[in-house]
């Protein structure tokens, strides 16, 4: 198996841009997560899916972040208008349980607003 | 939710066993203990989960005591690749509840 697979792996952006990451969950697996991991509030949760649904988003920061989930296969998550302070490091893991099953990640995507 | 607490740094020499403890006070019944590990520039990788005793993988070892109010991490015979941060999370097993991975353990393993 490949993996959790995430595009792109680098993206550098302007601010007021609007900025689209793309993950692909380990085949068979029901649960996808979004994460940001940042160096002053390092990896939090951001969006937990279940079977193509939102379980919880609290951790989403705010109305310019959202989360989508069309099938098993694809997900996305689009930051718009982007802002420097979104810079960070976003990663993608799935797993066949819920938040509390080991997950696995996938490379994660390096987001630079400037 | 059960918080928890690991220290933020290690240093070990190679070849020696690590043993890294966390502590979650507040663990309820049904809450099990995961460990992760993630190297610079890499998403973390799971490592070990356990709810009670010990826990045994061909990676490292989770010992939790009966009371449940720690877990230690064992990792025998460190290398120089070994270095990473480790997060300790707890969260219900089944549940929805929200898993916190904190700022983690960075070991640092010293030729």
């Given at each position: 198996d490949a993996g959790v697979i995430q595009s792109p792996r680098h993206e550098v952006t302007e601010m007021g841009q609007e900025v689209t990451l793309r993950c692909k969950p380990i085949s068979g697996h029901n649960s996808l997560f979004w994460y940001r991991q940042t160096m002053m509030r390092g990896l939090e949760l951001l969006i937990y899916f279940n079977n193509n649904v939102p379980i919880d988003d609290s951790g989403m920061p705010e109305d310019r972040f959202s989360a989508k989930m069309p099938n098993a296969s694809f997900s996305t998550l689009k930051i718009q208008?982007?802002?420097?302070?979104?810079s960070a490091v976003y990663f993608c893991a799935s797993n066949e349980?819920?938040?509390?099953v080991g997950q696995f990640f996938g490379p994660g995507t390096r987001l630079t607003v400037l | 939710l059960a918080k928890t607490t690991q220290p933020i740094s290690m240093d070990s020499y190679e070849g020696q066993e690590v043993n890294i403890t966390c502590s979650?006070?507040?663990?309820?019944?049904n809450d099990y203990i995961t460990w992760y590990q993630q190297f610079p520039s890499q998403g973390p990788r799971f490592i070990i989960q356990g709810y009670k005793t010990k826990v045994t993988n061909e990676v490292a070892s989770l010992f939790i005591p009966a009371d449940r109010k720690s877990s230690t991490l064992s990792l025998p015979?460190?290398?120089?690749?070994?270095t990473a941060v480790y997060y300790c999370l707890v969260g219900e097993a089944g549940g929805y509840q929200k898993v916190t991975f904190g700022i983690g353990t960075k070991l640092q393993v010293i030729p």
């Open positions: 208008p982007s802002e420097p302070r979104d349980g819920g938040p509390e | 979650h006070n507040n663990i309820a019944t015979r460190v290398s120089l690749s070994d």
